[in-house]
């Protein structure tokens, strides 16, 4: 029998926002790559249930709570992923929220807590990933950021706003670190049924036409929006994730997974 080596065996993932959706596939994605993958979120059932998941694939794992719009809950994320497995090899900052309403009718409550979660927790994870990266001279960033960090979209201006910065930010980071053996770039999922788009507060039911059933809103702008015409899935994600994960000389990049839709 020969042993068959796989892309990432050794290596120690994180995966920040894992417990539901996308972060969820990209866990799977990492585990079958090789990887082993601790998953972290807000909801600590949910990065249970995905943990559990990628040990059934046979990787080292463990369930991490972490809120990532706080610097101390984000840096004891990291410290422990450094108690139980030494290292940090792959980071991939997932958490994000939306909500939906256009200038003038968004609050400043909904701006900040958005941006709390989907740039400052960006940010927050990168500053305390890169310290523990730092000692092995070697990582590889990925920061989940959105069709929505290249196009504008309405209703969704600050939304739009934290993604496009997403793809500043680690366009500039990879800049810095560049020199140091670690990779930073952004994925740019373009429409994933996950919890953000299904369900009676996914932004199917927000955006139904009236008369449409959240079903046929959902339908509708899978085959509209997207020139391939069916919505991408978390796999999709986790494929570009494990490519990323590999790659030695792909940096400061944003890369869309969306069926054409964008540049
Ligand atoms: N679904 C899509 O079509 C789509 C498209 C483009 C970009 N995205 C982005 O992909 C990422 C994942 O989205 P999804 O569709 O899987 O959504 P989801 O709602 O299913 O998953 C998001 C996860 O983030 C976690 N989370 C939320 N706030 C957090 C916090 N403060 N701290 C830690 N974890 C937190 C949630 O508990 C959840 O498990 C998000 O950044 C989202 O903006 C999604």
């Known amino acids: 029998m020969t042993d068959i080596t796989l892309p990432l065996d050794g290596k120690i993932a994180l995966v920040v926002g894992g417990g539901r959706g996308i972060g969820a596939g990209i866990a799977r994605s990492l585990a079958e790559a090789g990887a082993d993958v601790v998953v972290a979120d807000y909801d600590l059932a949910l990065a249970t249930e995905s943990s559990a998941a990628v040990e059934a694939l046979g990787c080292r794992t463990a369930a991490i709570k972490v809120d990532v719009r706080h610097a101390e809950s984000v840096q004891?994320?990291?410290?422990?992923?450094?108690?139980?497995?030494?290292?940090?090899?792959?980071?991939?900052?997932?958490?994000?929220?939306?909500?939906?309403?256009?200038?003038?009718?968004?609050?400043?409550?909904?701006?900040?807590?958005?941006?709390?979660?989907?740039?400052?927790?960006?940010?927050?994870?990168?500053?305390?990933?890169?310290?523990?990266?730092?000692?092995?001279?070697?990582?590889?960033?990925?920061?989940?950021?959105?069709?929505?960090?290249?196009?504008?979209?309405?209703?969704?201006?600050?939304?739009?706003?934290?993604?496009?910065?997403?793809?500043?930010?680690?366009?500039?980071?990879?800049?810095?670190?560049?020199?140091?053996?670690?990779?930073?770039?952004?994925?740019?999922?373009?429409?994933?049924?996950?919890?953000?788009?299904r369900g009676d507060d996914g932004m199917s039911a927000r955006w139904a036409q009236d008369g449409e059933s959240e079903a046929e809103s959902w339908d509708r702008h899978q085959s509209t929006l997207l020139p391939q015409g069916e919505a991408q899935t978390p796999e999709d994600m986790g494929q570009l994730v494990v490519f990323l994960a590999s790659a030695k000389h792909v940096t400061g990049q944003a890369i869309a997974v969306d069926g054409g839709f964008s540049l």
């Open 76 to 197: 004891a994320m990291v410290d422990a992923v450094e108690r139980q497995f030494g290292r940090l090899d792959i980071a991939v900052n997932n958490a994000g929220i939306v909500s939906v309403g256009k200038v003038g009718e968004l609050t400043v409550d909904q701006w900040d807590q958005l941006m709390a979660v989907n740039l400052r927790g960006v940010f927050l994870s990168c500053t305390s990933e890169l310290a523990l990266m730092r000692k092995n001279r070697f990582g590889r960033i990925i920061n989940t950021s959105s069709i929505a960090g290249k196009i504008g979209f309405p209703d969704l201006s600050h939304y739009t706003a934290s993604k496009f910065g997403v793809i500043g930010f680690t366009n500039a980071f990879a800049k810095e670190v560049a020199g140091e053996g670690i990779t930073v770039n952004a994925l740019c999922p373009g429409i994933v049924e996950t919890g953000m788009w």
